[in-house]
């Protein structure tokens, strides 16, 4: 039996060819790019990675003004705030 052009061109690209695979296949690519991403990140101060996995540090905020505050609280409620 002849394979479809799209399978073919899918076979020669490395990529998956049969739907069930793709999940996967998707999952480990990324895994793969964070990972290389975060190797570049080593001795960055606000990354961590370790045996469990990688974490970002939180950044520190600025404290908000109450007119910032509200404008924050109008937007949660899905109206448009005025500052």
């Known amino acids: 039996m002849e394979r479809s052009a799209p399978a073919v061109l899918f076979e ?17 690519r990324l ?7 975060l190797a570049s990140f080593s001795g960055h101060a606000e990354v961590t990675v370790d045996e469990d996995g990688w974490r970002l540090s939180t950044d520190p905020t600025d404290s908000q003004s109450d007119e910032e505050e509200e ?3 109008a937007l949660s409620k899905g109206s448009r ?3």
């Open 12 to 28: 020669r690209a490395g990529l998956p060819v049969a739907a069930r695979e793709v999940g996967p296949y998707r999952t480990e």
């Open 31 to 37: 895994n793969q790019a964070y990972d290389r991403f």
């Open 71 to 73: 404008a924050v609280a």
């Open 81 to 83: 705030p005025t500052i």
